[in-house]
């Protein structure tokens, strides 16, 4: 059989599946959603009498993808190859999530939040909307590994979090904040702040970013809206005034 789909799983219009594929029972599937090759929809979680997978309408899932049940996905999820969404995720409009990039369970994640390849999102993250995540970051969630203690990330709206940046237990990153490529962020951060190298530094505000040789500025949100889809634009304006003013006024502080 080119294709495993369960007789329970509910699924909506204009569904492609790819060869390979299994659709557990305890799903519910959107209109005009593409799954690949070989992944995996629905995969039982721990425990008995999970809620369902519930999958918002076009939603792009590519090859080797696996997603649990009992995760809630907002519309034009868009994974790579070799993903992983495990249980009790919450997850808003438009996530892209890079290829062989993890959320563990119980997180959750605001609108159009981008996760390049291998990004890890450790369980009870929270994440705002319009955050980056750009390859090999990692998010934590023990302090004293391995242990049965628990301290998620916390991460603002509009946060970047650059190339191989850490994300230590209990870290609050606040919104708007950039966290440079390499760096350890912890503690309690500003928003609006740059933070640097292994000591999570605090190098100075957002706003004196600048690519000496196009003259572009940060905050991105002045001169990047237009990769997003129309409909998130005027959220974009809007959000990103509020958070300029809130840092404006912490650093005034």
């Known amino acids: 059989m080119d294709q495993l789909i369960d007789s329970a799983a509910r699924i909506g219009r204009n569904v492609t599946i790819g ?6 029972g305890n799903v519910e599937i959107g209109d005009d959603c593409s799954i690949g090759d070989f992944c995996v ?9 999970n809620p369902p997978l519930k999958l918002g309408a076009g939603a792009t899932i590519r090859s080797h993808a696996v997603i649990y049940e009992g995760s809630t996905i907002g519309p034009s999820l868009e994974t790579g190859h070799h993903t992983v969404i495990r249980e009790g995720a919450v997850i808003g409009d438009n996530l892209r999530l890079g290829n062989f990039s993890d959320i563990e369970g119980s997180c959750r994640i605001g609108d ?25 970051t990692t998010l ?31 870290v609050e990153i606040g919104r708007g904040a950039f966290i440079a490529a390499g760096a350890v962020a912890q503690g309690r951060i500003p928003a609006g ?19 000496m040789e196009s003259r572009t500025r ?35 502080a």
């Open 19 to 24: 060869h390979g594929t299994r659709i557990h």
């Open 140 to 170: 934590m969630n023990d302090p004293l590994p391995p242990s049965h203690l628990a301290q998620p990330v916390t991460i603002g709206d509009m946060v970047t979090v650059c190339v191989n940046a850490q994300c230590m237990p209990g």
């Open 41 to 49: 929809i629905g995969q039982p979680g721990p425990g008995k009498d």
């Open 193 to 211: 702040v740059i933070v640097t190298g292994p000591e999570g530094d605090i190098a100075g505000p957002v706003r004196f970013m600048m690519h």
């Open 218 to 252: 940060h905050p991105w949100h002045r001169h990047f809206a237009d990769a997003y889809p129309e409909r998130a634009r005027d959220r974009i304006a809007a959000l990103g005034a509020e958070i300029d003013a809130e840092a404006a006024a912490a650093a005034d």
């Open 112 to 136: 159009f939040v981008r996760m390049h390849a291998y990004a890890h999102v450790g369980k009870g993250s929270d994440i705002g909307d319009f955050v980056w995540l750009f390859s090999l």
